[in-house]
């Protein structure tokens, strides 16, 4: 990359950040449901805890990959 390390860090959270966005938004659309309905509207528990985890596991496997 570059020769400061500062724009280096830069650079990787922000492209973790895209791949993380694009991978959660693709998560959105395989799900048999409309997620956001659910968990705005029907304000269900059950739906928000699955959104979650499926959350904070890609950005485990994201953060990981960037490491």
Known sequence: MTQFPVVNAIVF???GVVVFL???AIASKVAPFDLH???VQEHNVAAAVIAGAVALGLAWIV?????
């Open 37 to 39: 309905k659910e968990i």
């Open 22 to 24: 694009v991978a959660l």
């Open 13 to 15: 959270a922000g492209l």
């Open 63 to 67: 953060a990981a990959a960037m490491h």
